[in-house]
């Protein structure tokens, strides 16, 4: 998705993109012959390749599996045995809310609505309410001049990160939150921060998107902006009863591992999926979502056996993880070396903020969303401004000649202040509101010791 996301799936966008081609390569004889560059670009007829298509479908269903089962069985097997179903449950039926609250006005709020004025540079409006005007023949711009997609295929693809994002914050508030608080909670927080950041970001009259600001597939879309958010429920919501007290390992890592391999396999469709496109920088995205998680498994298991004396099944996977966040902002931006670079250091930070930065300040993010993927999103989003120089072998936009890494940096960290200060603003106000709401967001002290899947869903995952 690139900094040079959709400016709304309108054909008025695509002209933006097919303008410049034409007037580079195209308009020159017309022109002399009497025909404006205005006249060429309102009669030049977008393509919609299907291969594209094809490619962009396969994505959307690779970032699905990574949510239900892959992020479902990741989370699952870091509680204990008595909360399973009811993490695996959150996940499930927040996948399944934001999932209609997109198509009814998500979609519309982040990516439709006035180029200028108002309040476009924050959101955008309900001209397609419940996809109003997105039809067979509707499209929506790519990357390369003259080439769209159906609208619909990016409705669906765009649906799946704002479901995943809202579900990674299950694993801040685990074993301890009542159901229905938690999908209230979900749902006010989608709408005022995933919403408003996304178009900041993404949408051509954005904020963040006028000031540059570098995220191919979510850095700070998906990972700071769900990663505060986890934090601010946590501590709302206090610590799990026993925490630091008594342990609470995990109960089955094998889910987890398979939970990563998920994971990792939708991640391609999540980052590759974000060129829009099936081309050679489509290629780029994908090998550095192979490189940077390699990577961040090797550093964090090497950072444990040093300070802890040995390297830990739990601590690859969560390495590897790692990378992977920090490579989602630099995906088509970084060449391979800086993608090895930046998960490596994406696997020691997490470490050192899951380890130490953690228990020094107790509070409880369950299953360490903040500490992987707040603290990750934000050493990718601020290296991407590193890994993206082409004298690093990066990929930046525009005039690799006169790019900056100073300057993009600046941008970076303003991007990652202002979607630190909105998710954590609107996550404490949606926590208040939803404690008023359901008369306290937390189980009840017996509901929490004999476990959530009993208490909340009358079931049990294991006899």
């Known amino acids: 998705m690139k900094t040079l996301k959709l400016l709304g799936g309108a054909a008025a966008a695509s002209l933006l993109l097919v ?37 962009m479908l396969v994505c959307t269903i690779l970032v699905i599996v990574m949510t239900i089962p892959g992020l479902a069985l990741f989370y699952g097997g870091l509680v204990r045995a008595k909360n399973i179903l009811s993490v695996l449950t959150q996940v499930f039926l927040g996948f399944s809310l934001i999932s209609i609250l997109w198509v009814a006005y998500g979609y519309s709020l982040t990516f439709a609505g006035p180029i200028e004025g108002g309040l ?21 711009a790519t990357f390369s001049a003259g080439f769209e997609l159906p609208e619909m295929v990016f409705v669906a693809f765009q649906l799946t990160f704002a479901c995943i994002t809202s579900t990674l914050i299950v694993g801040g508030i685990a074993e301890r939150m009542k159901l229905g608080a938690l ?3 979900l749902a006010i927080w989608f709408t005022f921060s995933y919403i408003p950041i996304a178009h900041m970001v993404w949408a051509g009259p954005g904020l963040l998107y006028g000031l540059g600001a570098y995220d191919f597939a979510g850095g700070t879309v998906v990972h700071i902006n769900s990663g505060v958010a986890a934090l601010v429920a946590a501590i709302v919501l206090g610590p799990r009863l026993g925490y630091m007290k008594e342990p609470i390992p995990p109960h089955n890592l094998v889910l987890t591992y398979i939970g990563t391999g998920l994971l990792w396999f939708g991640w391609f469709g999540f980052n590759a999926g974000s060129n829009l496109e099936a081309n050679a920088l489509t290629a780029v995205a994908l090998i550095n979502t192979i490189l940077a998680p390699a990577a961040g498994a090797l550093a964090w298991a090497l950072g444990e056996k040093i300070t802890r004396g040995h390297g830990s099944a739990l601590g690859a996977v969560s390495g590897a993880v790692a990378g992977l966040v920090a490579i989602t902002p630099a995906a088509g931006f970084s060449g391979i070396g800086g993608a090895i670079v930046l998960g490596a250091v994406a696997g020691i930070v997490c470490l050192v903020a899951v380890v130490n930065f953690k228990p020094m300040l107790r509070y409880d993010d369950s299953l360490d969303v903040f500490g992987i993927h707040g603290v990750g999103g934000i050493v990718g989003a601020l290296g991407t401004a590193i890994v993206a120089s082409p004298a690093l072998g990066g990929y930046p936009l ?13 941008v970076q960290l303003i991007g990652v202040a202002i979607a630190v200060v909105w998710s954590g603003v609107v996550a404490l106000v949606a926590m208040l509101v939803v404690k008023a709401i359901f008369g306290g967001a937390r189980v009840s002290q017996s509901g929490e010791i004999d476990g959530l899947d009993l208490s909340s869903h009358g079931e049990r995952a294991y006899n």
């Open 19 to 55: 303008l410049p081609a034409l007037a580079q390569d195209a308009t020159a004889p017309l022109a002399a012959a009497g025909e404006s560059v205005a006249e060429v670009a309102e009669t030049a007829a977008a393509v919609v390749d299907k291969g594209d298509v094809a490619w």
């Open 120 to 140: 476009s540079a924050f959101v955008g409006d309900f001209s397609k309410f419940f996809l109003a005007g997105v039809t067979l023949e509707s499209t929506a």
């Open 183 to 185: 999908l209230a909670f």
């Open 398 to 410: 525009g005039d690799a000649a006169a790019y900056s890494v100073g300057g993009q940096f600046v």
